[in-house]
Every structure is written in structure tokens, then in C-alpha cells.
């Protein structure tokens, strides 16, 4: 297959809840986002701006603003001539996921407990309990499993940084979708003991514990992600 026989149309969006704050380009790059997060359009899939303005019914000009926007984020890489593509992953890409969540989140969920309240805890409790109850798709275990670190992020009070570390969750969620061979994580004894003594710590008000325990469980996370990238055999 060439490269433009692989010209994928996308999704309507149908159904995609509407910000009103948000601009037209912004709500395009919102749901294109969301179909490259889940893997709905993979790697090395091919996008025209002509072909997307149909799509949504739009003009070229928001359609070609939107690309733009997910090409600063690294989802989506310019074809002169050709048009636009979702990028690959490689091992790089993942590793350096991996560093920057190392560097961002112990500090942000001590910053978490530090202040800690009632909502915090109610909602992290939530967060687990919707991982792993019994009956729960893989997408939401997987979306459980994400906001349970963007709320410790968010709790921080550091809107910079959880930002940056909502948009790395994302990408990780990425991988996910993309390596199938992976979604036991999500269900493992490993990661629900890792969540709880998580939740304990900053329920509690232990920065310290909290910020040794997260760095822990990233670490854990991390290899297991390493393990099932070269179980994959190459760039995703």
C-alpha cells in the first residue's frame, strides 16, 4: 500500500460533546486527538486538509489549524505534497514519556497531600474503585487508571505542570491502545496495590510517603511498558 492509498477518513464525531469556549479548529483538533489517543487512527495513517474539511463539513482553513495544532503536540507530522500523517512511536518517544512522568509526578502528588481535602480523597477512592470493578471495559479501566494520576497532578495546584502531565498520561494512554498485549496492567494486583498505597498516603497528608510510593509504581509501570514494547517487535 502506498502511502496515499492510505488516506483514512475520519470519524464524524457524532455524539462528541461541544465546549462552548472552544474554538472551531480546537474542537476539530479535540476530536481528531481523541481518535489518534485510542488508536482509532494509527500510525502511518494518512490525512488531506481537503479531505477532512468534507469530512466535518467545514472550510480548510480550521481543518488546516487544528493540524497544525497536533502537529507542535508530535501526534501528527507533515507530508509535503501529501498531506498529513500520525506519527509512529518509537522507543525514544516512549522513554522519553517514561522520564518526564518520572520527573513531574512524585513531586506533584507530594504536593497532592500536602493539600489534601475531602474531595481529593472522595474522588481518587472513585477513580480506583471504578479501575477495577468487576465488569468494566478496558476503556474504563483505562480512563480510571488516567484520572487518578491527573487528579493527584491537578490536586497539586501546579496548573503548569498537571497540563504537562495530563497530556503525557494521554500519550501513555496511547500506548496502551496500541499494544493490546498490555491491558492485564490495568487489572494487575501490582497496580491496584500501587493506586491504594497511593491513596493512603495522600488521604492521609504523607508527601513524603506519597511522592517514594508514586516514584515506585512509575518505575514498576515503566518496565512493564519497556517489557511489551520489545514483546512488540518495533516502532508502534
Known sequence: MTPVDNVHPLLSGAGTPKDAT??????????????IIRAELRPGQIF???????????????????????????LVSVLPRKGYMVRSLSFHDVREVMDLRLIL??????AAARNVTAELVTDLRTRIEDQFRDGNTLEDRLAA????????????RNT???AMDRS???EVM?????????????????????HEAIFDAVATGNAEAAQQLMHDHLLEANAAMIRTFYNNAGPL
Open 145 to 156: 487508571a488516567r484520572d487518578f494520576h491527573v487528579a493527584c497532578a491537578h490536586a497539586s
Open 105 to 110: 509526578e512524585p513531586p506533584l502528588v507530594a
Open 168 to 170: 503525557l498520561t494521554d
Open 22 to 35: 472552544q474554538s472551531q479548529p480546537e474542537r476539530i483538533r479535540g476530536m481528531i486527538r481523541r481518535q
Open 174 to 194: 496511547r500506548f496502551y491502545h496500541l499494544m493490546p498485549m498490555a491491558h492485564d496492567h490495568f487489572s494487575s494486583t501490582e497496580e491496584r496495590t500501587a
Open 48 to 74: 488531506t486538509e481537503p479531505d477532512l474539511a468534507r469530512e466535518y463539513g467545514v472550510s480548510k482553513t480550521p481543518v488546516r489549524e487544528a493540524l497544525q495544532m497536533l502537529t507542535v503536540e508530535g
Open 160 to 162: 503548569r505542570a498537571a
